[in-house]
């Protein structure tokens, strides 16, 4: 009964994950001209952005503790967090990709999001360049939450402002209709919601093993130096 | 507070004034990349695109601003970092340098884009918003700049880190930045620009009001 109150969102994660992919594949999902069969990968790509952005924050969460607290944990989760939302922005822009591929006609377009994810990819990379050039941990931990901090608010303005600003070819942006308006029907968003709660449990969950695997290294390192 | 930010905004004033070199350095810097620009191109009077005409000079105010600004936290050596750590507020020594990079790049850029269409030509319809867009560039590249520039300054191969951060982080403000000025090169009015500039200006803010707030972590060692 213990083991299944603590973990019964992990349970409940692959459940839906499960549901996700079932619905995902075999579905009914509307027609539409152009999109046809590629619209299933709405379960699939625009979910790991919800995931991302909330793995982002969380991040960014555990950066202020760590400015508050100067705990050496909070520095561990919050590094661990920004590496597993960059797993997550891999497979989005991968199956964007795929998905740009069947219905724009290119693999890479020239899109304000896409470009915008790019730019967000490099300032998370610069970010791991930062804790790799700072030999002294603490100094590591600090400046580092200071960047995380200061890079997420930066590609927060990037996503949600710019691409409402210029002409874009995803959907609700440059005059083309929301997904919500006609596309995302009912059945849909049955599948939708329930697969965005299913991604982001995989991926905190994802991070926690990174966090308990780092967890395990420290402690080695400290034994050794002992 | 806004006692020390003015004592301390003299003192880079007065440490500009006596080294001289340091500005004019930079002046050199602008008028030497500009002529480059002019060879490189064999651009007569209006013969390159506006798009690219604008693109450049943006490209060229980012080097120098980066080139400038990086070395507002190196100059000075880490043991008078610690005396003024003993004197003053972390947000004073930050606020202050935020406000005289913005002034000398505010001055550097009006002074390039003087140059600039002195060689390359001037192809902006309406002056008054691409020099709006050029204060609030200048503004925002300080900002953002000065905090980079302590983050980097902690490392030892700062000018690497310097330019690693700062790229991809200033690319956004970089792009609102290409995108009122591409509306000035149109020759749009200020008042069918009011979002972009909006945009700008709290991008702005938000960097300043984050940067009073990080930088006081990243001081104290």
Redesign the interface.
């Known amino acids: 009964m213990e083991t299944l109150k603590k973990y019964y969102w992990k349970w409940a994660g692959m459940l839906l994950l499960v549901y996700t992919m079932y619905m995902g594949f075999a579905g009914q999902v509307p027609r539409q001209a152009i999109l046809n069969e590629t619209v299933r990968n709405l379960y699939f790509h625009v979910t790991m952005w919800f995931s991302m952005i909330a793995l982002l924050g969380v991040s960014v969460y555990h950066s202020i503790q760590y400015l508050r607290k100067s705990d050496p944990m909070d520095d561990l989760k919050s590094n661990a967090y920004v590496v597993t939302g960059l797993v997550f922005a891999t497979l989005g822009l991968l199956t964007g990709s795929i998905w740009a591929k069947f219905t724009w006609g290119d693999w890479w377009t020239n899109d304000p999001k896409l470009n915008s994810v790019a730019i967000g990819m490099l300032i998370y990379l610069a970010y791991g360049l930062v804790r790799s050039s700072l030999p002294d941990e603490q100094q590591k931990a600090r400046i580092s939450s200071v960047y995380n901090i200061f890079a997420f608010i930066i590609f927060m303005v990037l996503i949600w402002i710019l691409p409402r600003m210029t002409d874009s070819l995803h959907p609700g942006n440059g005059g083309n209709p929301g997904f919500n308006s006609m596309d995302l029907d009912n059945r849909m968003r049955m599948v939708f919601y329930p697969a965005i709660l299913g991604w982001m449990a995989l991926g905190f969950w994802y991070a926690q093993l990174r966090i308990r695997i780092r967890k395990i290294e420290v402690l080695l390192e400290e034994k050794e130096q002992v | 507070m806004l006692q020390e930010i003015k004592v301390l905004f003299q003192k880079e004033l007065q440490l500009e004034w006596r080294q001289k070199y340091a500005i004019h350095g930079l002046m050199l810097y602008l008028a030497s990349t500009i002529f480059v620009c002019y060879l490189s191109f064999k651009a007569k009077q209006e013969s390159i695109n506006p798009i690219t005409w604008n693109a450049l000079f943006w490209i060229i105010l980012l080097f120098i601003a980066i080139n400038a600004i990086s070395k507002s936290f190196t100059q000075e050596s880490s043991q008078r970092g610690i005396f003024y750590y003993t004197l003053v507020k972390p947000e004073s020594v930050i606020y202050s340098k935020i406000l005289y990079n913005s002034v000398l790049m505010i001055g550097i850029s009006l002074v390039g884009i003087i140059m600039y269409s002195w060689v390359m030509g001037n192809p902006v319809g309406n002056m008054s918003l691409y020099v709006i867009a050029l204060i609030l560039g200048s503004i925002g590249f300080a900002s953002t700049l000065s905090?980079v520039g302590g983050?980097a300054a902690?490392?030892?191969?700062t000018s690497t880190?310097m330019a690693?951060?700062s790229?991809?982080?200033i690319?956004?403000l970089l792009?609102?930045l290409l995108?009122l000025s591409k509306s000035a090169l149109d020759g749009i009015s200020i008042s069918e620009n009011w979002?972009?500039i909006a945009?700008l200006a709290s991008?702005d803010v938000?960097?300043i009001v984050?940067s009073g707030i990080?930088f006081p972590?990243?001081w104290?060692?």
């Open positions: 905090l983050i902690q490392a030892e191969n880190l690693v951060l790229f991809p982080i690319i956004p792009l609102f995108k979002d972009e945009v991008l938000i960097v984050l990080l972590y990243i104290r060692h």
